[in-house]
T-cell receptor, first 113, second 111 residues
């Protein structure tokens, strides 16, 4: 089944403890992206990647890192999480281009205390 | 990307067609109309998209007016599981590839 898989689904951590949220897609998509969703602010793009080894900042990249060493994986790294990064995170992938639907994972709910 | 306007909420009776409108009066010629939905806090689910012509798939139909300034998503036989927030998004050829989600329409399907 074609899908975007994120892990973990839920994560509670403390301020400053490095964490990684994994994202993997099995559709051989070139484009991948991370979003965060917060009440009243909607979904905002954090980082995106047009292809392997190519990443770029979205609208809210501060405090996050990403890497794209393989086409299928696009992990989101929080080197020193802070409470304002408590949010619902979604990974997405597509073939790229405006005629290619973006497919989303089921989300990771992160709480930073 | 052009801005969209949707009603904040709608109700629909189970088994009836749900018709969700969207206005996008500033849409450009190369921008697509996309529809997604989000059930509770699950990931946004792609429904359908189109450029000029009407489109249909196993989930829904998309009707785009001739001037492309508005569109309607049609769920032909709504079920309780179709209760969700529906987002109409206009997407151009942005280098970032991002989707801009507005407030959407909360569709409540009632028994």
């Amino acid at each position: 089944e074609a899908q975007v898989t994120q892990n973990p689904r839920y994560l509670i951590t403390v301020t400053g403890k490095k964490l990684t949220v994994t994202c993997s897609q099995n559709m051989n998509h070139e484009y991948m992206s991370w979003y965060r969703q917060d009440p009243g602010l909607g979904l905002r793009q954090i980082y995106y990647s047009m292809n392997v080894e190519v990443t770029d900042k979205g609208d809210v990249p501060e405090g996050y890192k990403v890497s794209r060493k393989e086409k299928r994986n696009f992990p989101l790294i929080l080197e020193s999480p802070s409470p304002n990064q408590t949010s619902l995170y979604f990974c997405a992938s597509s073939w790229g281009g405006s005629n290619s639907p973006l497919h989303f994972g089921n989300g990771t709910r992160l709480t930073v205390t | 990307d052009a801005k969209t306007t949707q009603p904040p909420s709608m109700d629909c009776a189970e088994g009836r067609a749900a018709n969700l409108p969207c206005n996008h009066s500033t849409i450009s010629g190369n921008e697509y109309v996309y529809w997604y939905r989000q059930i509770h806090s699950q990931g946004p689910q792609y429904i359908i998209h189109g450029l000029k012509n009407n489109e249909t798939n196993e989930m829904a139909s998309l009707i785009i007016t001739e001037d492309r300034k508005s569109s309607t998503l049609i769920l032909p036989h709504a079920t309780l599981r179709d209760t969700a927030v529906y987002y109409c998004i206009v997407r151009g050829s942005s280098n970032t590839g991002k989707l801009i989600f507005g407030q959407g329409t909360t569709l409540q399907v009632k028994p």
